[in-house]
């Protein structure tokens, strides 16, 4: 009976062992839910900045510190929080591979307002522009930040999850075409959602205007053709003259609605909102359901 129970106990190792899920760390949560896709029951997701949280300002709790620990792959995509921390991570988890899911993709640089617009009887203009621009290329020069938002664009995330693919084929050969079946089925769902977003968008005239606090939506914009107008300046909350500036270009492209999110203040956006007379709308990059996630963005610019 021993032996039966020592034979039955080495089996049940060894089945363990087998069958152990990939563990996989990711910074934010729409990844989270491409690796879900695309591992499906084979991969464990571990979240490092946790929903209302931002990517720009998060913390690794100790207990996530022991999810890198364990983990055989972590996931970046570009988020500041991932330039403080991946240094850390791997020094703490030497065998974890660092894989990158923005390879592939080309960046954009992140935008920021250009308050250039000329106004008639604005005598000091062309003075005032030449050293807004001077000021913004040096802050360009000095900081070169490049928009990490590159999951707002369905094309790239079929890139993302290609990336995905090749990374969990390579860590677990074996279930290579389990995964591939998961990558196809997973591709038919992105076309879908770019498909949908472009039939919401049949009447919305080129290079319609929506307005954001803080410009996620850039890979989003570029996309379908839109153009984002960013209300924070450098990071920061316009002062009184840019707010009025940006009131005035809102109502002269025939903005519908101004989007923020909910891990930043939407005080400005509402004293503009209440000035033109247009829907505030919480809607975050961030976002687990993705797909459903840009069909709403597009439904509100058309004014659906």
Avoid: C
């Avoid at 094309?155 to 390579?170: D, E, F, Q, R, W």
């Avoid at 075409?177 to 080129?206: G, H, M, S």
């Avoid at 939506?217 to 920061?236: C, D, I, S």
């Avoid at 829907?279 to 359901?289: E, G, N, T």
Wanted: hydrophobic share 40%; charged share 25%; no cysteine.
């Amino acid at each position: 009976m021993p032996i039966m129970k020592k034979l039955l106990l080495i089996t049940t190792l060894l089945t363990t062992y087998l069958s152990a899920n990939i563990k996989t760390v990711v910074s934010i949560l729409p990844q989270k839910t491409f690796v879900e896709a695309i591992g499906g029951e084979k991969v464990d997701v571990a979240l490092m900045v946790k929903p209302g949280n931002s990517p720009h300002t998060y913390e690794p709790k100790p207990s996530q510190m022991k999810e890198i620990t364990k983990a055989d792959l972590y996931f970046k995509i570009g988020v500041e929080f991932e330039q403080v921390w991946l240094e850390k991570f791997s020094n703490l988890n030497p065998k974890m591979r660092i894989v990158d899911l923005a390879e592939g993709i080309e960046k954009q640089p992140m935008q920021a307002h250009a308050h250039h617009d000329a106004h008639e009887g604005d005598e000091h203009h062309d003075e005032h522009a030449e050293h807004e621009e001077h000021n913004s290329h040096e802050a360009h020069e000095q900081h070169e930040t490049l928009d990490p938002h590159i999951w707002t664009d369905p094309h790239n995330v079929v890139m993302i999850a290609n990336n995905i693919y090749t990374a969990l084929s390579k860590q677990d050969p074996e279930n290579a075409p389990y995964y591939k079946k998961n990558l196809e089925a997973f591709i038919v769902q992105v076309r879908q959602t770019d498909e949908t977003i472009r039939k919401i968008l049949t009447d919305t005239p080129e290079h319609a205007s929506f307005m954001v606090f803080h410009p996620a939506w850039g890979y989003f914009a570029k996309a379908y053709g839109l153009v984002q107008l960013p209300v924070e300046v450098e990071g920061k909350a316009p002062k009184p003259q840019e707010l009025m500036q940006l009131i005035r270009e809102a109502r002269e492209k025939s903005v519908k609605a101004i989007f923020t999110q909910p891990e930043f203040s939407d005080a400005t956006a509402k004293l503009i909102s209440e000035e033109l007379g247009i829907r505030v709308i919480k809607v975050s990059p961030l976002a687990p359901d993705w797909s459903q996630n840009l069909i709403n963005l597009a439904n509100a610019i058309a004014g659906k």
